[in-house]
C-alpha cells in the first residue's frame, strides 16, 4: 500500500474527500523538511508513541571504522542518527496470527 491508496481507503472509512484524505496522510508522515507530523517529532529528538500500534523513535551510531571490500582499505565511517520503529503488542498480536 502506498500513500495514495492508504488516502483512498481513509477517505471511506472516515468519510472525507479523496483531497482531504491526502492532505491528512501528508500532514502525519511526510517526509519534506518542516513537514510531517512524524518527521518534525524525530527531528527534535522525541518519540512518537501510538498505543498498540507502536512507536517510532531514533538511535544513535557512533562514528567506527570499516574496510573497503573491494580495497581492503580501512575506512573511517561517520556517526549518524537513524529512525527506528518498534511495533506495539496490539500490532504484533494481530499480524502474529
Known amino acids: ?5 492508504m488516502a483512498d481507503k481513509l477517505a471511506k472509512n472516515c468519510d472525507l474527500s479523496k483531497a482531504k484524505a491526502a492532505e491528512v496522510v501528508s500532514a502525519i508522515f511526510d517526509t519534506d523538511p518542516g513537514k510531517g507530523i512524524i518527521a518534525i517529532e ?3 529528538g522525541h518519540e512518537v ?3 498498540g500500534f507502536g512507536t517510532f ?3 544513535h551510531r557512533a562514528a567506527r571504522t ?3 571490500p573491494a580495497t581492503g ?5 561517520p556517526a ?10 496490539g500490532l504484533k498480536d ?3 496470527k
Not at 500500500?1 to 491508496?5: G, L, Q, R
Request: glycine content about 8%.
Open 1 to 5: 500500500m502506498n500513500k495514495t491508496e
Open 66 to 68: 570499516g574496510r573497503n
Open 57 to 59: 523513535g531514533t538511535k
Open 42 to 44: 524525530l527531528d527534535a
Open 73 to 77: 582499505q580501512d575506512i573511517t565511517l
Open 80 to 89: 549518524k542518527t537513524y529512525p527506528t520503529f518498534k511495533a506495539g503488542k
Open 94 to 96: 494481530r499480524v502474529a
Open 49 to 51: 508513541r501510538l498505543t
